[in-house]
């Protein structure tokens, strides 16, 4: 800009830079204003969790000081006393599921119990099991429905409750961009909700609808918390991350039987140590034609369906 | 870099660059009332958008109309298109870098800016799709855990992030030496150039394989995903880019030659057909196979069990795309504006829905336990995204108002030492 020019647009420019800086500072009003939600969040927030490590990388002390402050946490947030633990996999034990279709009849009480049990969500009703409704004549998901109503068993459908398959070769695990998502020695696939940062590949990854996402916060009353609680497995999920069946890990990694087995009225679902030779999933799956789903894609489940005859 | 001409010129890079920093500023806050209008808008509706992100980020994701079911919305089905748009720009560079057209070598800068715009968003598109948004860290290499090689996420981190700095690399550099009045030396630049054609063909492919490569989800397991991505990028890329570089040519005094118009169209005309091809073979291994493989495809074009909430979306796409192909091919195109213009809004709204709603909604209906849930985005998922796609044109305008004076010499360090 020339000399001249200055001079005779002194006004202009004042007028302008006065407008810009109004202009400004609007803009930053505006902008503060827009962000003001994000301050309820930011209360929640603790450095101590924003820094806090891979689960695999902590050491016991520093996992004794997380599970003491998630421990207090659901005290502040729910008002309930809960315990939880970190039960390891044991040596030379890998698990395995199995589930006579012959038996099942639709009932959903194991999809109810995997809600109470693992402190779900209660109103989105949400569990880790889903129970299709097929017609016989067909193994086709296709022809099979999970919204099923009435009463049940009807004469001419089978039921198929269908979780985590606890693949070999999962594909959700191979997804995950940050790790947060794994196969334990046991064959459990286990997530690590501290670590997930909820891109939701791994629910896009898996063949069997094996993943939920926490949409929200769950609510769950006081009364209903289930305090025992597994540290990978069934204590209350953070908001915006991944979670998913764990074999009811804090239960069968001490030697108990998951919630939807006991829950289960016919004695359709079997599970066990498949590398026990004694154990009766081991019988089940040496003398029944068991199948697993989706074989084609390779996913290898630990989780087998059979018919009686 | 080779000769300096005179010190007070461009003297050292410690004076000169913090000046063309301070003289790239001094340009973006300056306009006509048309600018400042645009401007105010476009950061009204970032700012909706901003506040729509924060209600998210504190309330959780149930906010929006995703699901168990269709866990994937209209957040990545726009960062799926912006990949597209940002592989896009590289059909501007090949005719001028490997074909050494004059008239495209002009503009070029038009087309690597547009890249480099398009990856905010795509990484804006990103972070809003984020539970966690506070854990992005965890991605760090170093100090996260970078799920390297084995996610493909992660490779699409390192494409993505990469072209951004290749392409901010490239134009910063000849801004720089433009403003500094300075021939730039190629060896500085032009490798970079090469690598950030090859490197824009793999942005677009590693997000193709990001889907393709799900055995669980049969409407994207298919080996012609990522080419058939890479043609319909060409194809919004250039549709943008004309669109741009009209309105430069209408609102500004910089000019457009009409080789670089005659260029894109030719190869739209070429891209847009090989989509269609494509188009055609899809559909047709879809339906003339058919079994329950085909149930995401039947639920887009024509409705499944009575749910059919994408198939006016997508026969949208299919005649906005039919209808801008014609338009194209019509020899006479390249002499009517308005014919052009609305060929390639049409080309970039079909591909927009296509490569969007289009290949992301029907992967997840129905879900793979063969339950139908639908999905449409609600109002605030629109307001996010409407927010981005003014944040993403906030940058795009702001570089080319910077861009553009310094390019042509209006703006350089000479004019503003005298000053």
Same mark, same amino acid.
């Given at each position: 800009m020339s000399e001249e020019n200055t001079s005779t647009t002194t006004n202009a420019i004042s007028r302008r830079t006065v407008l810009k800086g109004v202009g400004a500072t609007l803009g930053a009003a505006a902008f503060a204003k827009a962000i003001a939600p994000l301050t309820t969040w930011a209360k929640d927030q603790s450095v101590d969790e924003f820094l806090q490590n891979h689960y695999r990388e902590l050491t016991p002390e520093q996992m004794k000081e997380v599970i003491k402050r998630i421990e207090e946490d659901t005290k502040k947030d729910y008002g309930a006393d809960v315990t939880i633990k970190d039960p390891k996999p044991q040596a030379g034990v890998k698990f395995a599921y199995a589930l006579n279709l012959s038996i099942c009849v639709g009932c959903r009480k194991c999809a109810k119990a995997c809600h109470v049990e693992n402190n779900?969500?209660?109103?989105? !009703?949400? %569990?880790y099991i889903r129970v299709l409704e097929m017609k016989k004549g067909s193994l086709d998901m296709a022809h099979g429905r999970a919204d099923y109503s009435g009463p049940v068993p009807k004469s001419d459908s089978f039921y198929m409750p269908v979780q985590?398959?606890?693949?070999?070769?999962p594909p959700c695990v191979d997804v995950c961009p940050v790790e947060a998502t794994w196969k334990e020695k046991d064959g459990i696939v286990a997530v690590d909700y501290n670590w997930?940062?909820?891109?939701?590949y791994c629910e896009a990854a898996c063949p069997y609808h094996a993943r939920r996402f926490n949409w929200s916060k769950p609510v769950v009353p006081k009364e209903e918390i289930n305090p025992v609680q597994g540290y990978l497995s069934n204590r209350i999920r953070p908001q915006g991350v991944m979670e998913k069946c764990t074999f009811c890990m804090h239960r069968t990694r001490e030697g108990k039987l998951p919630a939807c087995l006991e829950a289960c009225p016919t004695g359709a679902r079997v599970f066990g140590n498949i590398l026990d030779p004694d154990s009766e999933i081991r019988w089940v799956l040496e003398n029944k034609r068991v199948f697993v789903l989706k074989e084609e894609l390779g996913t290898k489940p630990s989780f087998y369906y059979f018919f009686d005859e | 870099m080779s000769k300096t001409p005179t010190n007070e010129n461009a003297g050292s890079h410690l004076v000169s660059y913090p000046k063309f920093i301070w003289r790239m500023c001094v340009l973006a806050t300056e306009g006509n009332w048309l600018f400042y209008a645009w401007m105010i808008a476009l950061t009204a509706v970032a700012l909706v958008g901003l506040n729509a992100w924060a209600v998210q980020v504190t309330e959780g994701m149930?906010?929006?109309?995703?699901?168990?079911?269709?866990?994937? !919305?209209l957040y990545i089905a726009n960062f799926t298109f912006m990949v597209g748009l940002a592989a896009g720009g590289v059909m501007m560079v090949i005719p001028a870098y490997l074909y050494h057209d004059e008239d495209m070598h002009d503009v070029v800068i038009i087309g690597e800016l547009l890249a480099i715009a398009a990856i905010f968003m795509c990484i804006g598109f990103v972070v809003v799709d984020l539970g966690r948004p506070d854990r992005f860290w965890h991605m760090i290499p170093g100090i996260g855990k970078f799920h390297?090689?084995? %996610?493909m996420l992660t490779w699409d981190v390192i494409v993505l992030n990469g072209y951004l700095l290749i392409n901010l690399h490239i134009c910063g550099y000849l801004l720089y030496n433009r403003y500094r009045g300075i021939a730039p030396n190629p060896r500085w630049y032009i490798p970079f150039v090469f690598v950030s054609i090859a490197w824009a063909i793999s942005i677009h492919t590693v997000t193709a394989f990001l889907y393709q490569g799900l055995g669980g989800r049969p409407f994207w397991n298919t080996a012609l995903l990522a080419p058939r991505f890479l043609t319909s990028a060409f194809v919004s890329g250039p549709a943008f880019i004309i669109l741009a570089l009209e309105v430069i040519r209408y609102l500004s005094k910089y000019k457009v030659g009409d080789g670089a118009i005659k260029i894109l169209v030719n190869i739209m005309r070429v891209t847009i057909l090989i989509n269609l091809l494509m188009l055609v073979s899809e559909v047709f291994t879809e339906f003339y196979t058919g079994g329950s493989h085909t149930a995401s495809a039947q639920y887009l074009y024509f409705g499944l069990h009575g749910y059919n909430a994408l198939v006016p979306w997508i026969w949208t796409s299919v005649g906005f795309t039919v209808i801008a192909t014609l338009l194209l091919l019509c020899p006479k195109v390249t002499q009517k504006p308005a014919m052009l213009i609305t060929a390639c809004v049409l080309a970039f709204a079909g591909i927009w829905i296509e490569k969007g709603m289009g290949l992301i909604i029907p992967g997840f209906?129905?879900?793979?336990?063969?339950e139908i849930v639908e999905y449409l985005p609600n109002s605030l998922e629109w307001r996010i995204s409407a927010g981005i796609w003014a944040a993403g044109l906030i940058i795009y305008t702001l570089a080319i108002r910077v861009a553009m004076p310094i390019f042509t010499g209006e703006v350089s360090l000479k004019k503003d030492t005298h000053a």
């Open positions: 779900h969500d209660r109103p989105s !009703g949400n %569990s985590c398959q606890q693949c070999d070769s997930c940062i909820g891109c939701r | 149930g906010v929006t109309n995703m699901s168990d079911h269709v866990s994937w !919305g390297f090689p084995v %996610s209906i129905p879900n793979t336990l063969h």
